[in-house]
């Protein structure tokens, strides 16, 4: 692989993962709302006998929303699970051709069909003005929904950067990474 080829494709799979990181380090900050609605109700719930209604609901939405829009940020800083005792024993352009192959058949797939099917789930929730019937207080749920197609369509672009970086460790023969952190 030319050094221009090679500047050009860490280029684009920079330019690719801007909008993951961008939002996943956005998303942290959903941690410290969530926090203080956790440690507001166990104070008011054992300190004054006093248990809120809403705690469990902010807390599942805000965590839930946190969860999901890390997804690609964690995807692009190659943290998700995998079977490393094996995969690390291979040459690095074995590891492009499956990193490769399983991006192509499985994963573009499930999150085509992902993206498609929470796109169709949030738009009838906001339609209906949705709400969460099992809670006391019946907040909406929609916003909830809506980040399901928005980290579907965050998942699919970070792929084409993973992608990208399978490909240069097939050409080059060499990881992409250093120490599983972006160079």
């Known amino acids: 692989m030319s050094e ?15 909008p993951g ?9 959903l941690i410290v709302p969530m926090i203080g609605a956790l440690v507001y109700e166990v104070v008011a719930r ?29 995807l ?3 943290r998700h699970v995998r079977a490393d005792f094996l995969f690390n024993v291979l040459p690095p352009r074995w590891q492009g ?6 991006i192509l058949f ?7 069909f992902f993206t498609e099917a929470t796109f169709i789930y949030a738009r009838t929730s906001w339609m209906q003005g949705e709400r969460i019937p099992t809670s006391p207080m019946m907040p909406i749920i929609y916003p909830l929904k809506a980040v399901m197609p928005i980290t ?4 699919l672009v970070q792929g084409v950067s993973e992608l990208l970086k399978s ?17």
């Open 4 to 18: 221009a080829s090679e500047r050009r494709l860490r280029r684009a799979t920079e330019f690719l993962d801007i």
């Open 46 to 74: 054992y300190g004054f006998n006093s248990p809120t209604m809403w705690a469990y609901d902010a807390t599942f939405m805000l965590y839930g929303a946190l969860f999901m829009l890390g997804a690609a940020y964690t």
């Open 76 to 78: 692009g800083q190659d």
């Open 167 to 183: 490909c240069y460790c097939i050409a080059a023969n060499r990881p992409f990474r250093d120490g599983g952190v972006d160079v």
């Open 106 to 112: 499985l994963f573009f797939p499930a999150m085509f």
């Open 152 to 155: 579907g369509a965050l998942l």
């Open 21 to 29: 990181r961008i939002v996943g380090k956005a998303a942290a900050w």
């Open 97 to 102: 051709v499956i990193d490769g192959v399983m």
